[in-house]
Structures are given as structure tokens and as C-alpha cells.
């Protein structure tokens, strides 16, 4: 076989990343998450452009779990990042997020799941070199969503939930064998 100049592999990584940042502008567009969709996003912490409070680094030096739920503030796509403010432990926490350093999406409102290779400048690396730590929340979140703002009833679940591992239950089970991966499109 012919060697890949033109980087197939690297091309459908791109695009299927441009899937997330898309999902992320609709959010925006659409002043929060139609119906009961959410995601769960799961990027390296010390991926070069990542920035993280210190305390949430220190405590997942490799990988978190965020939720875009009920509750984020100043959300932003980017073209190469998104930004958002979640509550860890009830205290706002700005995140600066490569979209190159995701490493899971899921959307497990309608089971859909994306996984990605960890980028070539991550494999076989230490990445605590590569950490770039935010220096301080931003002040004063401003809800994203209309049921967040003042004067609505509409109670609201906890929006963001930091974990090494999301718990496996039958569900995320039953999700993850939809998980779209690169290996199912190559030839055998």
C-alpha cells in the first residue's frame, strides 16, 4: 500500500472534531441545550492552549470530565477553542478548552458518542510539561441559559461534574457501543 500523504487519518480527526465545536455554536445560537440534550466532555488537562484553575490541575492532572448541563456561564466556539465557566464545588471555575485536546464527547440524551486518538504531540509524552494553568477564575458569571436567569422558578441540577471515569451504568454501557470510531472505517 501506497504511503498517506494526503493524512486521511489526520483530515477525519478535524472534521469529526468540527462536530463538537458546531454542537457547542448551536448551544450558543439557541441560548442553551435544546430539550434534554447535554454533553459530557472529556479533554487532556495539559494539553498546550488548555487552561485550568490550579486547584482543578493539581486534582486531575491528566484528564476531566466537564458537564454542559443547566448551569455554564460565557460560553464561547472558537476556532480552535471553546471557553466556558462551570461551578466545582459551588465556586466558578473559567476553562479554556483546545478542541484538539477533547479526547470524548457524548451526548448521552440520544446516545451519541464521539472518541478521538490523543493528538501525535501527546502520545508516548509526559504531559505535565505542557501544562499552561489559568491564573484566576473570571469574575461574575452570567447565566448562558434562559432558565438560569433571575425572576424564572425552574430548578436546576448540578452542571458540572468533574470525575477521572464517568460510572459505568447499563446505559453508558448500551452508549458506548455506538461510539464512532476511526478503526471502523479503515480497511482490513
Excluded: C
Excluded at 465557566?85 to 451519541?112: C, E, M, N, Q, W
Amino acid at each position: 500500500m501506497a504511503q498517506d500523504l494526503m493524512k486521511y487519518e489526520q483530515m477525519t480527526q478535524l472534521a469529526l472534531r468540527s462536530v463538537v465545536r458546531d454542537a457547542i455554536r448551536r448551544v450558543i445560537r439557541e441560548d442553551g441545550l435544546p430539550g434534554a440534550h447535554h454533553f459530557y466532555i472529556t479533554f487532556l488537562t495539559r494539553f498546550p492552549g488548555a487552561e485550568i484553575d490550579e486547584t482543578l490541575a493539581k486534582k486531575y492532572p491528566e484528564e476531566i470530565t466537564i458537564v454542559l448541563e443547566h448551569q455554564f456561564w460565557d460560553l464561547t466556539a472558537n476556532t480552535d477553542d471553546f471557553e466556558v465557566t462551570l461551578k466545582f464545588g459551588g465556586v466558578p471555575k473559567y476553562l479554556k478548552v483546545p478542541y484538539l485536546a477533547i479526547t470524548r464527547f457524548h451526548d448521552p440524551s440520544v446516545g451519541f458518542a464521539l472518541q478521538f486518538e490523543p493528538p501525535k504531540e501527546m502520545q508516548g509524552q509526559d504531559p505535565s510539561p505542557l501544562a499552561r494553568i489559568a491564573p484566576a477564575a473570571k469574575p461574575k458569571p452570567k447565566p448562558s441559559r434562559k432558565a438560569d436567569r433571575p425572576g424564572k422558578d425552574k430548578k436546576s441540577k448540578t452542571a458540572s461534574k468533574a470525575k477521572k471515569t464517568p460510572e459505568k451504568t447499563e446505559e453508558t454501557v448500551k452508549d458506548e457501543e455506538k461510539v464512532v470510531s476511526l478503526d471502523s472505517f479503515r480497511k482490513k
